[in-house]
């Protein structure tokens, strides 16, 4: 390789130089839209006394949202957000069905009609030391 | 309780067990006190304060309690804000709210009170308290503050603030300064945890720290600007050097018919060449080009900034300190948009100035001097829509006023001020239009009235100079290009340091229940037109006078000869004198009246 003439290597270095501002320029754009503006959503929800919630019956939680059954054994909570594309899902004739595409879930959330491949999410819910429900946004 | 050497030399054994047991009691009022005369001594306080210590008496502990639970808080050689609000909390809030933030619980009332922990009956805070102490009601609570449940009542750091300054300590609200309170919230906020690491509160960002959530705050970016800029700098040493193409582009020609192609809107910003005496600095000044680059500037920008401002009210001022004090680059992004606005008016009116000291605006560019005219006026309205838009106490009275004053045209003034505000009085209606108005309608309007006096400029001839000259050296496309490029360069450096360093006004959010003493100013392009308004009619002052100046501005070209075509491209031809001297009789006129509203505010 011939030695670069001065021209020619303040050409490469001006070139160089520019190319840098532009990587700068471009990692500050995207370190300038990287910024998460909305907090998250609650991870847990206080559900009030285990004692307002009678056995067998099921209560439609539509702010979370969120189904909560009170079985002989406690509690249970299955999320509502249908796991297709996530809207929430409806209540209808023991099961549910979401009104976006059509899928359809039993009272267990297991999948009785697509498109929906997988069950509803089952969510981790306890009773504290107060005696109220506590609901946790995380599967079991 | 065992009593001191010095209490128990009283004559009055009885009075003195009293008073020592109110002392130790309430040794949080106390040491109020004594950390309010310390502080006011020395802000550096942290040594005096240990002194303060050693003077109290510590009650004596429990077994189980560890007695280090009330000695002063430790602070760094230079305190933060969270470490002055620390002493004052041990000083002041702990007796009630724990030692750390607990609140009034059986562990830390027993352990930290020993015998006098029936704070409702002993002799302090009993029916029959001395001197020193008060009466507390059974019914009061002494809520935790510092847990991770605490103070679910409070959203944001500004909440916690009013509630602080208002109510606090209870037995003697409001004593203490605002300086001392947001020490205390500054403090509160980290012991729950959420207080932003570095972050000073104050009234201009105290919105924007919610109480239940901990944000961070970014890295101070000015190093890394800094280094940007030298590396553009070193780049445009580069692009000195480089030499330009000796040959001069063609003017493009269809090899089929031979006929010259119509020239596009590009080759009519970069003809193949221009003559050189219309791109001379000292006579172009760069103005009207560096208004370009500015607008460029001012579209990025703005386009960033709509990523995060909300424009409702309620959000408005928090969203902008948001993206002042959390949004990465935020402070920076908003500052360039802000000095890019200001520079750009400045420029705007240079440019403005130079065509009449040259006597440019005769013949064919009559025409295009209105064009300018116009964009100078979208300018202005640009500018004020966006001053607007920050929604906060420092534009609350310019706002007022500048919509009022649209009130006092007759005949269709009622109708105009509904139409601008969208309603009686600025609200939500008004903060959406003013939105509207700056990002869309006012920007396109400009936009497209930037085309169209750049297109007028090749049209009419290019800049004006002398004609007999014109043919005789000529620059190419790309001498033009270098030249451009170069303004721009140095354009940004000086940008980009000054939004580094000097931050964009900002103050605290436009609340119903209280008035600060906020800027009471319009903004600073608007001062004169502010110092007339104090004159008298608001109708001719504030809306006939500026229209008509600037309406004579734009019927100057019409009104008087044009320069004689020889003097063109020199400053200050013989010809336009009259055009020239009025001009500055205006300049000065409306330059002293700002001054004077100046001088008036300060």
Known sequence: ?140 | MKITPAIRKDKKPLRAVLIARAFFFTFGAILLFVSNVLLTRNVHASQSYQAGVTQTPIPSPTPTFDIQRLASPAVAEIPTQADEGALIFWGVCIACHGDRGQGLTDEWRIGAYDADNNCWESGCHGKDHPDQGFELPKTLTFPPVGTASALGRFENAQQLYDYVVVMMPWWKPRSLTPEKAWQLTAYILKMKGSLPEGMELEQTNASAVPVHRNIKVPKNPNITIFIFTGILALAMFGLITRDLPERVEQIPVDLKTGKVIRPNFFSHLHPPTIPADQSRWRYTLGAGGMAVFLSLILLITGLLEMFYYIPTPEKAAISVETIVSFVPLGAFIRNLHYWSAQILVVVALIHLARVIFTGAYGAQRKFNFLLGLILLVFIVLLDFTGYVLRWDEGIRWALTAGTNLLKSIPLIGNELYIFVVGGREPGPAALIRFYSWHIYLLSLAAGFFIVWHLFRVRRDGGIAAAPGRENKTRITRADLLKREVLGMVIGSIVLMIVSALVPAPIAPPIRGDTLLDADSSAPWFFLWVQQLLKSGDPFLLGVVFPLLVVIFIGAMPYLFKDVEPGELGHWFPRSGSIVQLLFIIIAVTILALTMLSMINSL
Not at chain 1, 30 to 56: C, K, T, V, W
Not at chain 1, 72 to 79: E, K, M, N, Q, T
Not at chain 1, 85 to 104: A, F, I, R
């Open chain 1, 1 to 140: 390789m011939t030695k670069p003439s001065r021209r020619e290597f303040l050409r490469l270095a001006t070139n160089t130089l520019l190319g840098l501002t532009g990587a700068i320029g471009l990692g500050g754009l995207i370190h300038f839209l990287s910024y998460e503006m909305d907090p998250a959503p609650p991870s847990q929800y206080d559900l009030g006394s285990a004692g307002d919630y009678p056995r067998g019956l099921n209560t439609l939680l539509l702010h979370i949202p969120a189904v909560l059954i009170r079985t002989d054994d406690g509690f249970i909570a299955l999320s509502l957000v249908c796991t297709h594309l996530g809207c929430t899902v409806e209540y209808k004739d023991g099961g549910y069905e979401c009104p976006c595409h059509g899928s359809k879930y039993d009272g267990k959330g297991l999948v009785t009609r697509g498109p929906s491949s997988t069950p509803l999410k089952r969510l981790r819910v306890e009773v504290n030391e107060a005696g109220n429900v506590i609901l946790y946004m995380e599967p079991i």
